[in-house]
């Protein structure tokens, strides 16, 4: 079972976003990325953020960070999605649920160090992301993920939210929000 780790010591977090730069720097996410920062990838949503790292004893082979989400500015994929249209559905999930919800989460800057991943270890990293959010209050969330990754995650039990089927304007690549709730927390990490 994969744990992931609280970060929060400043070396621990120069690490983190030397690792998290080093993943998707080589993505499909590059463009993502702000290249002028050095090897180091880090933005203005991490000041909010809580910081998550998956080791392997001492070896950082994985990061996540949860962006709290009470109102549309805290939301990092709102920030990217360029066009409004496409912006609108997730825009809209927001404003619907942030008078009734307990705590939403955004997960984002999901990420396995080449040489550690296997289909195993992602879903791994992805219950145990699951896990975390419900351990830290938050009863819904949602990440975004590459289109074609869609039919992975809804085997898994995540639903994509309506309209956010094939977003184009965030990255080259086509991408999607899949959503999790505490309703089917226990279908998604497998208890």
Known sequence: MITLTRITEPDKLE???????????????????????????????????????????????????FLPVREPADSYCLSVIKDPKERAPLLKH????????????????IGIRQDHRSLTNFMGLVRAIIRQAHACGFDEGWFIC????????????????????????????????????????????GV
């Open 15 to 65: 690490e983190y976003y030397r690792l998290r730069y080093r993943i998707f720097s080589d993505s499909d996410y590059h463009s993502l990325v702000d290249h002028t920062k050095g090897q180091f990838d880090r933005d203005e949503f991490d000041d909010k953020a809580l910081h998550w790292g998956w080791y392997s004893g001492q070896e950082l082979i994985a990061t996540e960070r």
């Open 146 to 189: 590459l289109a074609s990754h869609v039919p992975f995650y809804r085997r898994a039990g995540f639903h994509v939210l309506p309209g956010t089927e094939s977003i184009t304007s965030c990255t080259a690549h086509r991408t999607s929000i899949v959503t999790f709730e505490s309703s089917n927390f226990s279908d998604l990490i």
């Open 94 to 109: 927001i404003m619907d649920r942030a008078e009734r919800s307990s705590g939403m989460a955004e997960s984002s800057r």
